[in-house]
């Protein structure tokens, strides 16, 4: 273990998987099309229908704000709006992407205790917008984010039925999947079923964080919705002139398996670290673990042990006491987790050894 | 010479530079900071503060659509406009990128016979606008690209003139440098001279064109000009997680002379082309070549001729004829311009073999 | 009282208040320069500067929708927000119109009971804004509305007290002021004590549910924020080439302090609504009743028997039973009010005998 | 005549037609649904289809940029183009706004002689794009101006021939009518045959030039093509909440013919007007007078004397001397022509006693 396996801050703090830097190598090979017009790009769309089972229009693009924004631009007119968790990464985080790309487009946050929401919290806003007429803006589509923001799981079920509930009143479907392929190795699933079976009808599809220098993808299972998305993707400048470089990750991402081979190794160590924690006196978990994210609350004495010796991670809000997350990804191994567990659990006995005895003893 | 080599169709068909690979594959060691946060992001601006013997705020991208667009952003508000050459990349090739993160700002196309506008062009602009009064955008920045996209330069006295009258008027000044490095090399100034020195506010410097896998940066000579550039960034999802791999290629580039040593040798090889070119009976160069590009009129037979053999170019409007543009490039090399030149002079001869002979005799 | 007096829909389905259609026809004589180039919108900024004792700058514009979306646009960047209520008319009743006008900023809605935001809920959005750094739009302004959307007041003290907050952190101050005159009217202090002495920068006047036919203003304290005001209205159709007519609405307005007397008498009708509604069995008041509207549950059978009855007003959400909204004018009139509190009496007995019963015992 | 009778700046700094002010003031009678729900409103389709002789949907809105913008937004995205003449009302007098309403697509201006577009412009600029592909913006529309902005008209052979252009390749048919009705009452043709029958799919119709208050009206002839436009209009503040009060002007401009006769009295004066000055020595007119305006180059002597005596009227650039534009309008009158032809003539006198000899000997 290295001193950079004790970063549990995020999944993009990692570099990049060896497959995936000997494809780009492999890429700087003499001279092709710019633009897309390369092979590497040409043979995408056939390795992305075969991987989800069905024709698609797959764009590559570097960043999740990008596949976000531009998908979400293209689904809704900048007089409509877009329904997601209150704390979704479109939401917080983008610094306000899906309003500029989409002409002002509103996102309509929905509370939800662990990041999923659930159907019944569509009707009164679809009400309220139907009441309200041409004065407010009408709801055009639903994000969904999987793995969610707090490292759960939409059920296919669940899934299924918010597509329903969309499609009954013309909504879109949008899955942000930055986290996809941690979510489809814990379903065991097909990226099928994952997606266009339960009702998705364009994802953003996610690989920096799980492995890639800087590639995401915006894949449409409905072609026809791709209309104006290769203009908007120019004129927002992620179309890459040599994009081959771009494309060659995604190659790589969905070749033999890695992508979900890498989110099947950082979601089991995020098990084991979970586990750890749970077991140590004064943690709880805040959600459950169900992706390589871990939400908790600790000790505040944990918490600042655990920083001193050199421990990175993010304080999170949290009721009931100090949040941390800690993200595990397809570079951490074993021993980066024990040995957070064993620093954690140092700290636990300092922090508070009666209680910790009373555990041992229960 | 491979096959590849034949291919003069754009400076941006190429792969990588050695030593940018090299960069990337270096910064790709263990955990950093996301964000720009990294160590090598963190160097990068004294490193450009050196280059351009002044003190810069430096912002990596990657592409050169997303640098002009973000830069033009930040200096002119929605109801503005950029003047600029009228067929300025900006202006024509970037699907309307700049109106999109302007707001909707306008570009105000300024014909020009080789690619440079000249300030007694500005003066009718500025007349009319005033007298239009809140009824017409009014001029907030001039864009120059240098090297231009004709394939010459503007001179650093004239950069001056024009950044004086922008001065005057109040308007910021733009350079958009996508080959910046080749204008450099050719004109054996200095990186502050051909740009801040001369009145230059805000840089968007290409390095993709040059040798790099995807790199750009817009450097603010005045920083107070920068305010609202790292939102607008992330905002345009050009803010990248993996931010190190931007800023590795870019500390490559300008580390002991890359950028001006790819560019002294592409220009070279366009030196070569373009008279070898010139000797030919039938060909005339549209532009002066002062930097990697070739404008030229060929007749039909010698253009259809190097197409059969495998060359690979642009047709390009010219008067007079059927116009061509070749472009050469870090990775081209002499063997490559040899074989261009007695394909296209084994066709000149067949093509007008009574015209060549005179020629020959005159 | 004629058919229409039943009407207690809004405020905006009045006509125009005979001072200002006299105003209209006066203005309607011979030829102006256009576009605000009249004698009439040149007076009109001594005359308001004499209304708010201060220097301004002010914009006539004929929607409250316009003066709002342009304020705020003037205020904050795109990637910026401004933190209002969330039910406020520019969050929830203006299509997205703050979000179109200012290129995609966000609004930050906040609960409030009754309608007014307090200081102590700003902290916590700015600790938030300021850890997410660039990955999140940043505070720019704060909206308050006045009167309220629930027919409440701020106090000035209140407001002063936000206005502080929002200056510690750099934050503008806006107001919107579609109902401002019942504010004053009702507070009994001066439009200079309701404004920009309590802090606001910016007020957003309203002048057509008033009696105008069809006149806001946007009135700057801080004449340096103005900047780019006039080309935002421009470019958003907003600047009337015969302006003339809307300045004139104005001038009326504020001319004899028709604006106040037209507010006062609108605020009388609603205390007399409300003290009669309130005395009815089984009818609560919502929210206090501050200025021209009044928010009240009532008995459904009530409801149903006033709207058989010819009454018009809006069903408004409500906790605790079926809400309504009233909402008393310039032209209203008492015998409108005892029309209504008549009919609503017979339904209350009609209702609900034994309870009513109950309470004349009490 | 009065002396405002001088004012020939434009048809913009008229009062309101008496009809029109009739209008107002009967619908300001009692109370009605706000935003476009009062009786008036209603009625305005049926009136326009009748008018128009087909089915439409119709915007009353109050000002020619709003209609131009909203129009134009609904019918191109925002990276596409329309293609005007580059003099247009869109282009340089809007300050940008179809490029705000519209999120930023481009304009196209091709360059006339006479305010004219010609089919044959279009097919290099259609090669143009898309050999660009997605580096361009693809042109959406094509705007006409009836009457142009030089004063002179479009015949309906030239209009359904650059429509059929358009429709061959997928663009749609735009008119903005400021000045249609001059248009209209020239060309002796049906409101019909001057609009669809002629290819135009969304018309801009100016009233406000000819004798409203502040009323313009974007009529779909498409009614397919209106999605998205009440939003639109909405979110642009340009939904009146006493819409009665625009919708009432458009009914009484459409009433009796209002529209037309106006239009043929200010047609009338302006032929009067030309011809009178073309008469007189050293003036020559810029553009065939074929609605209200007059395009005329004067002696300086005869331009300064005007001005001195009071006559109004706007400088405008002209080949070959001191340009001058004339517009004539719905209130002008005999009277107000013959003093300006008086005052010109004595002027032409003073200024060339010679050349105006020469002319009578010759």
Redesign the interface.
Known sequence: M????R?F??D?????APAI?EA??A?????????GGDPITQRLTALAAAVFETEVTIFP???????N??ALATLV???G?VIAYDMAHIV??????P??F??????LGLPAAHGTIRPEQLGPLFATAAA?G?????PGAISLTQATECGTLYSLTAIAEIAGVAKRHGLRMHMDGARLANAIARLGCSPAEATWKAGIEVLSLGA??NGA??AEAVVFFDRDLAR?F?????????????QR??SAQLEAYFTDGLWLANAAHANGLADRLAAGLAALPGVSLTHAVEANEIFAVLPDRMIDGLVADGFGFYRWPAEGGQGIRLVTAFDSDDEDVDAFLATAGRHAEAASPGQGRARKAG
Not at 12 to 16: E, I
Not at 27 to 35: K, T, W
Not at 92 to 97: L, P, V, Y
Not at 230 to 241: P, V
């Open positions: 290295s001193r950079d396996g970063n801050t995020s993009n703090v990692t570099g990049v830097i780009i190598l890429a700087n090979r003499g001279r092709v099309p710019s633009y693009v570097a960043t999740g704000t990008a596949a924004a531009l007119p900048p007089y709006s917080t985080d983008e610094c306000g992407a309003e500029f989409s002409g002002g487009a509103k996102l309200a041409v004065h407010a803006v009408q920096t964080k220098l800087a104006g290769a203009e908007r993707r120019k004129r927002a400048g992620h179309l890459f002139s040599k470089f771009v």
